[in-house]
């Protein structure tokens, strides 16, 4: 996985790979699941690159596993609903 300095280039591969996942026909909860997973390979073995992906981390290290879920799930919505 390549590092992604710009925010806006983060949110630009999650929504390209958003939109191959439902290309494929993948339901939203597995989009979903797929997020929660990638949320955890993140705060487990990336370092924050930018300010955002920092709030993220420190959000995603004090919340539950539900919440985590929320937070994977706002993350869809947000790119999902990126021009």
Do not use: C, T
Not at 13 to 41: C, I, K, P, T, W
Not at 42 to 47: D, G, K, P, S, Y
């Amino acid at each position: 996985m390549s590092v992604i300095d710009n925010w806006e280039q983060w949110k630009d591969f999650l929504g390209e790979r958003l939109e191959q996942a439902e290309g494929e026909g993948m339901s939203h909860n597995v989009v979903s699941d797929v997020a929660y997973q990638v949320g955890e390979y993140l705060a487990a073995q990336v370092e924050p690159k930018n300010e955002q992906e920092r709030v993220l981390a420190e959000l995603w290290k004090v919340a539950d596993e539900s919440e985590q879920h929320a937070i994977a799930n706002m993350m869809v919505k947000l790119v999902s609903h990126h021009d």
